[in-house]
């Protein structure tokens, strides 16, 4: 079974429920992984304590100019839809950063000047924790291209843990980073608080796990706080409430100790068992 | 000397743009000449990614001496334009194109490179 943990809203409580979550059904003794696919900031490793047992390049695919044959026609610079190479009077200028290896300005080059080479993005790297197996993407500065890396580490986690319950923590937000986190999985967990950002941006996430067609349900964090709107949208959505994590400043002062939170507060505790229940009850779409 | 400028409209006492990838349109203008030539930028705005980079070619395209913005380029359009001589002045985000131009020629906007 795959399972994402995506949110809409950054700081909800995405890495929270998967660190602890993840921990918990390990220590009920089943064979689970975590994989932090926040590549552009990966922090579920600060509430774990890690050991670190493999690293893997992760590289994608960019042209490399040969300026031997090329007559500097530019072609190259209108084929490309991501505005990753600008062609001057006397050169050409590939942006990496930009590039989202489709291979056009290659394969479209009238004289072949364009090579297709792998170039360094990040590292997925593996560690050991006390009770399950952790895998973290990781940029590398400067790097603006998430999606090749996230998709990496999917692949990296699947090949290696292909019977294990898998975790995905995913990046915030709607965008294509959190699609590629999201639309291999089995089941998304959208984390929000009830507070009006956090109703603006669930909808958000809504529509896109609604366009990707995958089956979703809503935890909201910080129960209690603010306002009663994203309880009413859930209902009159039919979008599954699977728990409400109640709104407590031990929480919070668990987390930033980074310790893991359902060891010592039984109503989070409670929350992670709801959540467990509603999993066991998810089919595995094939 | 052509000098070409980050602005919000086609006259002397238009505002600048502070943005120069985005910027809403540029002028230059041409001191052996007199002329002011309007440049529209519509195309950037709906670009997600790489603006400052298509600016720059558009830009240096018009073969300009100067370029008077208000925040500067960023790392990526800087690469394009130092593949020219031209050079790049910042400080006159807030300034009209008038005002803008005279601070240019009191030496009173600094060189981003």
Known sequence: ?286 | MKIVFTAQGNEWSSSMDARFGRSEMFVSFDENTNELKIITNNETQEMEHGAGLQTSKKVLDLNPDVIITGNGAGEKALKVLKTSGVKMYIGAGDMTLKEAYEAFKNNKLQLQY
């Not at chain 1, 774990?48 to 040969?66: G, H, R, Y």
């Not at chain 1, 930009?98 to 004289?111: D, N, Q, R």
């Not at chain 1, 997925?124 to 790097?143: A, C, M, S, V, W």
């Not at chain 1, 995958?214 to 409430?241: A, D, H, Q, T």
């Open chain 1, 1 to 286: 079974m795959k399972l994402t943990i995506a949110s809409g809203k950054g700081g909800t409580g995405k890495t929270t429920i998967s660190t602890n979550l993840t921990s918990l059904i390990a220590d009920m003794g089943k064979n689970i992984v975590l994989t932090d696919l926040d590549v552009e900031e990966p922090n579920s490793a600060l509430f774990l304590q890690t050991k670190l047992s493999n690293t893997k390049i992760s590289n994608k695919i960019v042209p490399t100019w040969e300026s031997n044959d090329c007559t500097l026609c530019g072609k190259c610079a209108k084929n490309c839809n991501f505005n990753a190479i600008v062609a001057m009077p006397n050169e050409i200028l590939i942006f990496p950063e930009l590039c989202h290896s489709c291979y056009a300005c290659s394969e479209l080059c009238p004289t072949n000047s364009l090579l297709m080479k792998p170039t360094r993005i990040g590292e997925i790297k593996e560690f050991e924790t006390k009770n399950f197996p952790f895998i973290e993407g990781r940029l590398d500065l400067g790097q603006e291209m998430a999606v090749p890396l996230i998709s990496q580490s999917i692949r990296y986690t699947k090949e290696k843990y292909k019977n294990h319950i898998m975790i995905f923590d995913a990046p915030p937000g709607t965008s294509c980073p959190v699609i590629e986190a999201s639309r291999g999985s089995d089941f998304v967990i959208l984390v929000t608080e009830s507070t009006p950002f956090g109703l603006n941006d669930l909808k958000l996430a809504v529509e896109t796990m609604r366009v990707l067609d995958k089956n979703f349900g809503v935890i909201i964090n910080r129960y209690g706080i603010g306002e009663i709107s994203v309880e009413e949208y859930c209902l009159k959505e039919n979008i599954p409430i699977i728990t409400k994590v109640k709104n407590d400043k031990n929480i919070a002062k668990l987390y930033s100790k980074g310790e893991l939170i359902y060891k010592q507060i039984d109503h989070f505790k409670n929350s992670l068992d709801e959540i467990i229940t509603f999993i066991g009850d998810i089919k595995c779409v094939k």
